[in-house]
């Protein structure tokens, strides 16, 4: 088992940048592939970003190409999300989630209870 804990949402305005943190504990971190997943009110959650193990190979959605950084920190058993140019349309609960494996494509079984980010215009 995975426990999973987020920080670092809060209440910012367009253009801003927010840097959320998840950090691992329970039975192993193991080198998760990691993931952060969004949800706003009335849509599915949705893939963002996500890591391998190593940090060599990660995803982002076209969505946040080039404003969010997906990275990780094992020694620390910690991955972040670097959020820039925050826009409304950011605003949302963010989960991070942990997969069994190393490698990206697989599911995601381990999830933090998620930490809201509300963009004001």
């Known amino acids: 088992q995975v426990q999973l804990v987020e920080s670092g949402g809060g209440l910012v305005q367009a253009g801003d940048s927010l840097r959320l943190s998840c950090a691992a504990s329970?039975?192993?971190?193991?080198?998760?592939?990691m993931g952060w997943f969004r949800q706003a009110p009335g849509k599915e959650r949705q893939l963002i970003a996500a890591?391998?193990?190593?940090?060599?190979?990660?995803y982002g959605a076209d969505s946040v190409k080039g404003r969010f950084t997906i990275s990780r920190d094992n020694a620390k058993n910690t991955v972040y999300l670097q959020m820039n140019s925050l826009k409304p349309e950011d605003t949302a609960v963010y989960y991070c989630?942990?997969?069994?494996?190393?490698?990206?494509?697989?599911?995601?079984?381990?999830w933090g209870q998620g930490t809201q980010v509300t963009v004001s215009s």
């Open positions: 989630a942990a997969s069994p494996w190393s490698s990206l494509g697989g599911r995601f079984d381990y």
């Open positions: 890591s391998s193990c190593s940090g060599a190979s990660t």
């Open positions: 329970g039975r192993t971190f193991n080198c998760n592939a």
